[in-house]
């Protein structure tokens, strides 16, 4: 039930977005300027902004150098989790299980 609750209660704490077909624009692009505006926004209000995609993480980096400090990186089908230069979750296989499969 919502009754009773304030405003507070459901803030907004991330944005997440798909890459390709979301993000990006048909050309695989997307437009920093306006990145940059929104970012500051949602610093302003503590906002975190995450990308997501199944790209390596080294493409999104790249893709997003100018931003790199300010988003939260969902690389590689979600198996990596980055922030600030921090990974904050990474999913790995065995070398024994990966080569049993």
């Known amino acids: 039930r919502f009754t009773n609750r304030s405003k ?3 803030m907004i704490k991330l944005v997440a977005t798909d890459m ?3 993000f990006l ?3 695989g692009r997307f437009d920093m300027n306006r990145l ?3 970012l500051a926004s949602y610093k ?11 790209r390596g993480f080294l493409s999104l980096e790249k893709l997003f150098a100018d ?4 988003i939260i990186f969902i690389a590689e089908n979600g198996s ?3 922030y600030q230069g921090q990974d904050l979750y990474e999913a790995t ?9």
């Open 20 to 22: 390709d077909g979301t």
């Open 44 to 54: 302003e209000k503590r906002i975190y902004f995450a990308v997501a995609s199944g």
């Open 8 to 10: 507070k209660d459901f």
């Open 36 to 38: 940059k505006s929104l």
């Open 93 to 101: 296989m065995s070398r024994d299980f990966y080569l049993s499969t």
């Open 80 to 82: 990596l989790v980055e």
């Open 67 to 70: 931003v790199r400090d300010d």
């Open 25 to 27: 624009d048909g050309n």
